[in-house]
């Protein structure tokens, strides 16, 4: 089946600590997203990739670092400086960055810090 | 800073009733509008998409583009239970070299038996 995989489904971080969450997908999608939502608002954009070993920042790149080496993997890192981390964060793909292109979305991982 | 405002509700309708979900944005410039509906504790799926102004229909959802007022909303015909879940409405900005979407906060919706 095609689609968008994240990991964990849910990940502690403790203070001062390094997370990385996993995103990879098989429907060979050009462009990837990271997103971000807290509680009762809407998502905010992180960071994107419009091809490998390209990305952007995004909205609220401060704390977070990303790569994108393969087509198909495209992990975020939340770093110590990323003080507020809490939240639910979501992986999306899009064939390509085009007007029309939709962005599908993984299950999300959800972020909580002891 | 460019927005997307839907009301947060929530919105309570009754079962097999229409609901209507509205979502307005600040760049004239949008190109390209979506509607994705995500159930608690899940991620957001893709319900419609629209680009050109009028009405486009998908089974029971009806997506509605005004252009000139900057509006875009969703009709949901004969509503269910399985509808109740939070609609957000994202706006693809003009002139991005990039996918990126600005997103609403979202309108919480329940369909009461």
């Known amino acids: 089946d095609g689609g968008i995989t994240q990991s964990p489904k849910y990940l502690f971080r403790k203070e001062g600590q390094n997370v990385t969450l996993s995103c990879e997908q098989n429907?060979?999608?050009?462009?990837m997203y990271w997103y971000r939502q807290d509680p009762g608002q809407g998502l905010r954009l992180i960071y994107y990739?419009?091809?490998?070993?390209?990305?952007q920042k995004g909205d609220i790149a401060e704390g977070y670092s990303v790569s994108r080496e393969k087509k198909e993997s495209f992990p975020l890192t939340v770093t110590s400086a990323q003080k507020n981390p809490t939240a639910f964060y979501l992986c999306?793909?899009?064939?390509?960055?085009?007007?029309?292109?939709?962005?599908?979305f993984g299950p999300g991982t959800r972020l909580l810090v002891l | 800073q460019k927005e997307v405002e839907q009301n947060s509700g929530p919105l309570s309708v009754p079962e097999g009733a229409i609901a209507s979900l509205n979502c307005t944005y600040s760049?004239?410039?949008?190109?390209?509008f979506f509607w994705y509906r995500q159930y608690s504790g899940k991620s957001p799926e893709l319900i419609m998409f629209?680009?050109?102004?009028g009405d486009k229909e998908d089974g029971r959802f009806t997506a509605q583009l005004n252009k000139a007022s900057q509006y875009v909303s969703l009709l949901i015909r004969d509503s269910q239970p399985s509808d109740s879940a939070t609609y957000l409405c994202?706006?693809?900005?003009?002139?991005?070299?990039?996918?990126?979407?600005?997103f609403g906060q979202g309108t919480i919706l329940t369909v009461h038996p």
């Open positions: 999306a793909s899009s064939i390509g960055a085009a007007a029309q292109e939709t962005q599908y």
């Open positions: 429907l060979n999608h050009d462009a």
């Open positions: 990739s419009q091809i490998v070993n390209d990305f």
């Open positions: 760049d004239r410039g949008s190109q390209s």
């Open positions: 629209i680009y050109s102004n």
């Open positions: 994202a706006v693809r900005d003009r002139g991005t070299s990039y996918g990126k979407l600005t």
